[in-house]
């Protein structure tokens, strides 16, 4: 360094100046890097929220397609149901058909039997 004051100022001048400017570069990186770092936050939480929605998304699916086979099988069994009573209720007809069939059977061989008396 010189003796003379101006020169001693300036190079103080710009001592500080570089000294301001590293400051400022420092503050620049920090905050670079602190958005860097809010921005895989937020990218990790959105990506997190996604795969979420996701699952429950399959889950939905899984479930509706559960609630379709139980409509399935409560459907196929009241069809079954409605068959089953059908064919009791035939079974029923032809049960009293053979009856009356009988009843009249007996009735005409008791018809038969009295006029052959």
Same mark, same amino acid.
């Given at each position: 360094?010189?003796?003379?004051?101006?020169?001693?100022?300036?190079?103080?001048?710009?001592?500080? &100046?570089?000294?301001?400017?590293?400051?400022?570069?420092?503050?620049?990186?920090?905050?670079?890097?602190?958005?860097?770092?809010?921005?895989?936050?937020?990218? &990790?939480?959105?990506?997190?929220?996604?795969?979420?929605?996701?699952?429950?998304?399959?889950?939905?699916?899984?479930?509706?397609?559960?609630?379709?086979?139980?409509?399935?099988?409560?459907?196929?069994?009241?069809?079954?149901?409605?068959?089953?009573?059908?064919?009791?209720?035939?079974?029923?007809?032809?049960?009293?058909? &053979?009856?009356?069939?009988?009843?009249?059977?007996?009735?005409?061989?008791?018809?038969?039997?009295?006029?052959?008396?």
């Amino acid at each position: 360094m010189s003796s003379n004051p101006g020169s001693f100022n300036a190079e103080l001048f710009r001592a500080q &100046a570089r000294h301001d400017q590293a400051r400022r570069m420092g503050q620049i990186v920090d905050e670079s890097v602190e958005r860097a770092a809010r921005i895989r936050e937020e990218r &990790a939480q959105r990506d997190q929220l996604e795969r979420e929605a996701e699952e429950r998304e399959e889950r939905l699916a899984y479930f509706r397609a559960l609630e379709r086979k139980d409509a399935e099988r409560l459907a196929q069994r009241r069809r079954l149901e409605k068959q089953a009573q059908l064919e009791r209720e035939l079974e029923r007809e032809r049960e009293q058909r &053979a009856q009356i069939e009988a009843d009249r059977a007996r009735t005409e061989a008791m018809r038969r039997h009295e006029w052959e008396a």
